[in-house]
């Protein structure tokens, strides 16, 4: 396969892993913490990233062994892409497997985002650090996801 894939092993029990990636907090603590979350199967996932956005349909939700979405809208903010749309039609899998340890062996794959596109750099560097950032939230319940500017401020602030 040529599309984008990343395995972890994580210590942390599958169900854990799965509410990261299904429900608002848990996606808020790892990827960005502005996004809409659906939690149902045709549902729809809205992710926003300052100017960049990306909506997904969920395509599947197997507690605690799948969860797959499709990208619907995209919008990669980038002046020197041609096509900022890229993901449109792309999907995201998480494949999800017990570990003999107690934690979780995750495959994720990003189906369709391939070396060609004008963005495959870019995501592929996003992926290694969204996948660290799973890794130590479901671990520690710290993650690193996307802060919005404003939210930095008012961090800042108080």
């Known amino acids: 396969m040529n599309h984008y894939q990343q395995t972890l092993s994580v210590a942390a029990d599958p169900a854990a892993v799965y509410a990261a990636l299904t429900t608002k907090a848990g996606l808020q603590g790892w990827w960005t913490q502005d996004c809409d979350v659906d939690t149902q199967v045709g549902g729809t996932v809205k992710f926003r990233f300052g100017q960049h956005y990306k909506h997904m349909r969920i ?3 197997s507690p605690g062994r799948e969860v797959r979405w499709l990208c619907t809208v995209a919008h990669i903010d980038v002046n020197r ?3 900022k749309d890229e993901w449109v039609g792309t999907q995201l899998v998480f494949h999800l497997t017990p570990s ?14 391939v070396p060609s596109f004008e963005c495959y750099d870019l995501c592929q560097n996003g992926w290694q650090h969204f996948m660290g950032s799973l890794q130590h939230y479901v671990e520690t319940g710290v993650g690193e ?3 919005p500017a404003e939210t930095c401020l008012a961090s800042a602030a108080a």
């Open 59 to 61: 395509e599947a939700l």
């Open 81 to 83: 892409f041609q096509h």
């Open 100 to 113: 003999v340890e107690g934690g979780t062996r995750l495959e994720f794959e990003h189906v369709g985002l």
């Open 145 to 147: 996801p996307f802060r």
